[in-house]
C-alpha cells in the first residue's frame, strides 16, 4: 500500500461513526467487528456480523464505539492530518484489566487508545516513510510497530510515558506483521520473506531484539499475522498469493483452502472467531478507489459476505477480548 493523503469528511460513513464513551465487547449474537476504514479515516467497531447483514446504509450502520485521531486533541502535536493517513490497523488488546484499541496509519502514526475514555495511552509519529502496518502491546506496557517502508520492528518503551518514542530496532524488510505469543515469551514478526521470533531482552526502559530463529515464508509478500484462537500458540499468514496456518512446534506452513484461489489473494487480514470459528477476512474488491481497500467481508465456514457501500476497509477483526497479559 502506497501513502498518500485522503480527505476528511469524504466517506459516507462519518455520519454514523460518532465516537461513543464505552468500550464494547461482543454486541448481540457473535462477536463484534471492528474494521479500518479509510475513507472516513477511523476505527469502527461494529456489531455482530449476522447483524451487519441487515446493512441498509450508512445512516443505520450498526457502529457500537468508533476512533479517529482527527478528533483526538490530545494527540494535535502528532499532526494526525498526515500522520494518521490510511489508518491500517485495529488490535483489541486488554491489560490490566482495561480494553485498549492498538492502530497505526501509513502516515506514521501508532497509537494506543484507552476505549473507555479515549484518550491516548500511549502514541508516537513514526514519521512520513515508515509506513507502519501493525503493532501490538505487550504485558509490561511497552509497543512493537512493523514498518513496511522503514523495513524495520521497533520496541518502543511506552511504560516509560505516553510519547516515550526509545526504542530498539530489529530490521525486516518488508515488515508487515507483529505478534506478543504470550505463551513462549516471543514477539513474531512477519516480513516480506521471513517469519522472525525475536526475543525481548533489556529492561521496560532499556529493551533489546534479538532474533531466535527466522522461517522462510512458503512465498513472497508477507501481510498479515494473527494468532489462531482456536488453536492457541499457531498462527495465521498471508502472502501474496495464499494463506497459511503456522505451527512454531513443528516450523510449518499448512495451506488454507476458502474454496478458490481468489478469495486466498492478497489477503489484508485474517482471524478467527472466538468460540465458532468462523473466518473473517478483509481483501480488496478492486471496485473501489484504491487498490488495497474494499466494501466487502467476507466469512467462511460458513460462507458470507457482508457488504459495506461507501467503507474504504483495510483490515476487519473480530473485537475479541484478547489480553496481552499483565
Known amino acids: 500500500m502506497r501513502t498518500r ?3 476528511v469528511g469524504v466517506a459516507v460513513l462519518a455520519a454514523a461513526a460518532a465516537a461513543v464513551p464505552t468500550a464494547p465487547a461482543s454486541a448481540g449474537p457473535g462477536w463484534a467487528v471492528a474494521v479500518v ?3 472516513s479515516r477511523r476505527v469502527l467497531v461494529l456489531q455482530s456480523a449476522e447483524d451487519l447483514m441487515a446493512y441498509r446504509g450508512p445512516e443505520r450502520l450498526p457502529v457500537v464505539w468508533s476512533w479517529s ?8 502535536d502528532l499532526r494526525p492530518e498526515r ?5 491500517d490497523e485495529a488490535k483489541s488488546r486488554v491489560r490490566h484489566g482495561r480494553r485498549y484499541l492498538v492502530t497505526t496509519a501509513s502516515g506514521g502514526l501508532a497509537a494506543v487508545v484507552d476505549t473507555v475514555t479515549g484518550a ?7 514519521g512520513p516513510q515508515a509506513n507502519p502496518h501493525s503493532a501490538e502491546l505487550l504485558p509490561d506496557g511497552n509497543v512493537a510497530v512493523a514498518a513496511s517502508t522503514g523495513g524495520w520492528v ?3 518503551t511506552a511504560s516509560q510515558g505516553p510519547r516515550s518514542a526509545v526504542h530498539a530496532e530489529f530490521r525486516l524488510p518488508g515488515a508487515h506483521g507483529v505478534h506478543w505469543d504470550r505463551r513462549t515469551g516471543l514477539l513474531w514478526a512477519l516480513g516480506d520473506d521471513t517469519l522472525t521470533a525475536l526475543r525481548v531482552g533489556g529492561t521496560a526502559a532499556a529493551p533489546t531484539l534479538t532474533a531466535v530463529r527466522a522461517l522462510p515464508l512458503p512465498e513472497r ?3 498479515d499475522l494473527a494468532p489462531v484462537l482456536a488453536t492457541p500458540g499457531r498462527f495465521w499468514v498471508s502472502t501474496a498469493g495464499h494463506l497459511w496456518r503456522f505451527d512454531p512446534a513443528t516450523d510449518r506452513f499448512a495451506p488454507v483452502r476458502l474454496g478458490g484461489g481468489q478469495a486466498e489473494r492478497d489477503v489484508k487480514s485474517i482471524g ?3 468460540g465458532s470459528g468462523r473466518l473473517l477476512i478483509a481483501a480488496p474488491d478492486h471496485e473501489g478507489p484504491c487498490s488495497w481497500c474494499t466494501s466487502v467481508l467476507s466469512l467462511h465456514h460458513p460462507d458470507a459476505v457482508r457488504r459495506l457501500p461507501g467503507a474504504w476497509l483495510y483490515k476487519a477483526r473480530w473485537w475479541t477480548s484478547w489480553g496481552s497479559g499483565g
Request: no cysteine.
Open 5 to 7: 493523503r485522503v480527505a
Open 154 to 156: 521497533r520496541l518502543y
Open 37 to 39: 476504514d479509510q475513507a
Open 221 to 223: 509478500g508477507g501481510h
Open 120 to 126: 491516548a495511552a500511549w502514541a508516537v509519529d513514526t
Open 83 to 87: 500522520s494518521w493517513s490510511e489508518p
Open 69 to 76: 485521531a482527527d478528533t483526538a486533541p490530545d494527540l494535535d
Open 272 to 274: 478467527d472467531e472466538p
